[in-house]
């Protein structure tokens, strides 16, 4: 059974950081693509990051405040988020995808990706 699990999710003032971890476990391939989305009530689930064996690719809003990372044996995906605004609220949800890698004009399409973590919930205070 594929599965996803998020952590690391939590309260902080605007300008601290915060890491989100995704433990993956039970791909019997392990997936080409891992992304990190966030969604606010009411609102589309939104792409912050994405990486794959060559690339990764951020929402123009994070760049250069967050740090996407996959390990060796693609079991853990990071999401290091330092400088957190108070825009950055919302929940964070781990996304993989099989048999097909991460491009530049779908990897924050919530639809291109099949596996989904739970999410966890982040709040920055201004």
């Known amino acids: 059974q594929e599965q996803l699990v998020e952590s690391g999710g939590g309260s902080v003032q605007a300008g601290r950081s915060l890491k989100l971890t995704c433990t993956v476990s039970g791909f019997k391939y392990k997936p080409d693509c891992m992304a990190w989305f966030r969604q606010i009530p009411g609102k589309d689930r939104d792409g912050v990051a994405s990486?794959?064996?060559?690339?990764?690719y951020y929402t123009k809003s994070v760049e250069g405040r967050f740090t996407i990372s996959l390990d060796n044996t693609k079991t853990t995906l990071t999401l290091q988020m330092n400088n957190l605004k108070a825009e950055d609220t919302a929940k964070y949800y781990c996304?993989?995808?099989?048999?097909?890698?991460?491009?530049?004009?779908?990897?924050?399409?919530?639809?291109?990706?099949?596996?989904w973590g739970q999410g966890t919930q982040v709040t920055v205070s201004s």
């Open positions: 990486i794959d064996a060559w690339s990764t």
């Open positions: 996304a993989a995808r099989q048999d097909r890698y991460c491009y530049s004009n779908d990897f924050d399409v919530a639809g291109q990706f099949d596996h």
